[in-house]
């Protein structure tokens, strides 16, 4: 132990500062996204299966809708540009603009050195949770994925339906790439449904319940053409463990919708970041 300086509590009185203040974003019309979104036709779905993956494709414009179908279970999603595999999400600069967790009028941001709108939520039947007296709170971007190798890590086991390899598969499948080919595209994600925080006295990441139930969803709107994949994770609803064969686990459905011709009018494809990219040469 170090020795506690005497003006130890007056440093710990600091108060914080806002580091990415968010005022100045492109701000989102959630009018004319809902508005459009009222009058869209439903194009496709995807079920996907317990303890699997699986892949879907939403043109820049459309909508799509993650839901719980038939009992409580929580999602990792994996966002890329459908033409451009290198365009991809970025949970840490979203979670540096928007929050450790994710709700309405709150964006999904690519990569560097593109960093602009992937996707925007418009609608959450969770948005009523907030956060709770653990400091919990749902549809987090702090808590990576499940992975075979932190399994092993960890346990000394061999397990292959972790959210990574999930990932890796549906990726393949829909792409045609190897698993191998697919794997380093597989990245931090969103984690829809999850129920998540930081414990106030070792600071670790904690999970618990989900309060997702049949019948909820999070909505969003596509602001590019995207390459979607969503691992119903093997964990189930998180309670106890998010690496198990024996947890309760359940399909999630993914729904993508068209809006009528002329309704977004009025809406652009985000241009990519205006950075010059010179780096100062």
Known sequence: MTDIPADAEARRAIAPVIAYPNDSLPRCDLDLYRTARAGAQKVDEVLVAPRDAGCFRVKAGQFFRISSVEGAQVGDLNLWNANDLSERFYSGKTRALHGTHLTVGERMWSAFPYLRPM???????????????????????????????????????????????????????????????????????????????????????????????????????????????????????????????????????????????????????????????????
């Not at 808590?143 to 960890?154: N, Q, V």
């Not at 053409?225 to 964990?235: E, M």
Request: aromatic share 10%.
């Open 119 to 281: 996707a925007t939520i418009i609608d959450d039947t969770l948005g009523w949770y907030g956060i709770d007296p653990y400091g919990g709170s749902v549809h987090d971007v702090i808590g990576t994925r499940c992975d075979p190798y932190t399994h092993t890590l960890l346990t000394g086991g061999q397990y292959h339906h972790c959210c990574h390899s999930n990932l890796t598969r549906a990726l393949a499948d829909a792409t045609g790439m190897s698993l191998t080919e697919a794997e380093p595209h597989v990245h931090d994600v969103l984690n829809v449904f999850m129920c998540t925080g930081f414990t106030r006295d070792t600071g670790q990441y904690f999970m618990k319940a989900s309060p997702v139930r049949p019948g909820d969803y999070l909505e969003f709107f596509a602001e590019i053409d995207l390459l979607g994949a969503l691992s119903a994770c093997p964990g189930g609803d998180c309670s106890a463990e998010h690496s198990s064969d024996s947890t309760a686990c359940y399909p999630l459905l993914v729904e993508v919708f068209a809006a009528k011709p002329g309704a977004l009018s009025s809406w652009a494809i985000p241009q990519v970041n205006g950075y010059d990219r010179s780096h100062g040469r």
